[in-house]
């Protein structure tokens, strides 16, 4: 039985941390709906005021400037963790939103399920 509540646990991601945001199935940068979303959930959560100081947003800085090296939380499913480095990759590489709102939602996507190691 320990191991069937187990399953279940690993299954539901997101009920177990309700203030992750919802990432979309697929890569993104012509969806223009989901990233105006992302963009929506990074003004609400604050993100895009304080991106010049919030850490996670210094951390999509220097991905976006420099590159590096993104793991997945401990925390955080991998299929979740690999679906957020997959869309991480399509904010930053996108000319869409202006680069304060992709540094905001690539600060949000890291602080939600990611982080940065080199």
């Known amino acids: 039985m320990a191991g069937g509540s187990k399953a279940r646990r690993r299954g539901r991601s997101h009920d177990a941390a309700p203030t992750r945001i919802v ?3 697929a890569a993104f940068p012509g969806d223009v709906p989901e990233l105006e979303r992302l963009i929506a959930e990074a003004k609400r959560r604050g993100f895009r005021e304080r991106w010049a100081d919030d ?5 999509a800085e220097k991905l976006f400037y420099s590159g590096g090296k ?3 939380r401990a925390d955080v499913a991998r299929d979740d963790s690999d679906k957020a480095r997959v869309c991480l990759r399509c904010v930053l590489g996108s000319f869409q939103p202006s680069h304060e709102d992709k540094i905001a939602v690539a600060g949000m996507i890291i602080a ?3 982080e940065v190691v080199g």
């Open 112 to 114: 939600d399920y990611l």
């Open 23 to 25: 990432l979309p199935h």
């Open 55 to 59: 850490p996670h947003c210094a951390m």
């Open 70 to 72: 993104v793991l997945g």
